[in-house]
């Protein structure tokens, strides 16, 4: 397997995961904080603390990492083009 099929590959892929949690698609971003929610509950359960779980990441910092991982993908998949021209 050439660089071109991996970046263009691994970047198409980044860069449609990203954009779905950067635009908030399906509420992906607001599935994640209750994810992220969901799963501290027991941690804390587990620990000790009844009291309700904190927020670690709201769904402003996963878009924000959504964006950063999307730019990412598209930096790679023009990488693969340009691999792929060359």
Same mark, same amino acid.
């Given at each position: 397997m ?5 970046l263009l590959t ?9 954009a ?5 698609i399906?509420g992906?971003a ?5 994810? &992220?929610? #969901? ?5 804390m359960?587990?620990?000790? !603390? +009844? ?12 878009r924000f990492l959504?964006t950063?991982? &999307?730019? #990412?993908?598209?930096?790679l ?5 340009? !691999? +792929?021209?060359?």
């Open positions: 050439n660089a071109a099929t991996f691994f970047g198409g892929v980044s860069l449609v995961a990203g779905t949690f950067a635009l908030n399906r992906a607001d599935a994640m904080e209750r994810y &992220a929610a #969901a799963n501290a509950e027991p941690a359960h587990s620990r000790g !603390e +009844l009291g309700p779980p904190k927020r670690v990441m709201s769904k402003q910092v996963y959504g950063v991982v &999307a730019l #990412a993908g598209l930096v998949t023009l990488g693969g083009l340009l !691999e +792929l021209t060359a």
